[in-house]
């Protein structure tokens, strides 16, 4: 079997800066959500358009981030590894975004102190994927990096557990349903991150 050859090493490409684009937008989509919960009237909608305006811009990155691929000789990492990781922050960032737009439409006077914690860890997260980004060119970097956004996974699984354990007390049945669909749109969006930090690690494993 002739030896894999590695691959090409370029400064920057377009279709990194869309796919730092993607996590830009993963933590705006938190910071207007938990914007929210202090927020009413005319202010709260205007978050909302702003939240569904953001969902546009992000599909609109991921399209950008598409063609730019198709159209790169040279990436840092295989291709389809790329997509995997713009393709899995896009996803989080939509499902923040819908999380967002249901608390809003349910009317949810304040979102519950679990909620908080796991936006706070999803906002960091999105930061530490920026940072990645920039690390794919130096693996040690990315090792350190992997294993925060690691630890920021085992972090809000923790948070969803407690989180949905605890919904049944004390709460209104009509509490209750409209935290647990808040909480389950975020768990998706916590289960995209997952992946895309399952993909971080198989390039880590690869590439080595």
Do not use: K
Request: with cysteine.
């Amino acid at each position: 079997m002739a030896p894999r050859l590695p691959w090409l090493v370029t400064r920057d490409t377009p279709a990194l800066r869309h796919l730092a684009d993607l996590c830009l937008a993963l933590g705006r989509a938190v910071t207007l959500m938990a914007q929210l919960s202090s927020t009413t009237g005319q202010r709260q909608d205007r978050v909302e358009r702003e939240l569904t305006d953001l969902d546009g811009t992000a599909t609109a990155s991921l399209m950008a981030f598409l063609t730019a691929l198709r159209s790169s000789y040279v990436t840092p990492i295989p291709r389809q590894d790329l997509y995997q990781l713009a393709g899995g922050v896009h996803t989080a960032a939509h499902r923040v975004v819908g999380a967002g737009v249901m608390v809003q439409r349910a009317g949810l006077e304040e979102l519950p102190a679990p909620a908080l914690d796991l936006l706070e860890t999803v906002g960091r997260q999105a930061e530490l994927l920026r940072r990645a980004m920039d690390q794919l060119r130096d693996l040690d970097a990315l090792e350190d990096t992997w294993m925060q956004l690691e630890s920021g996974v085992r972090r809000m699984d923790r948070i969803l557990v407690e989180w949905l354990a605890g919904l049944g007390h004390d709460l209104l049945q009509r509490d209750f349903n409209r935290q647990r669909e808040v909480a389950w749109a975020l768990q998706s969006a916590v289960e995209s991150l997952s992946r895309v930090n399952s993909c971080l690690g198989m390039v880590l494993v690869r590439e080595s």
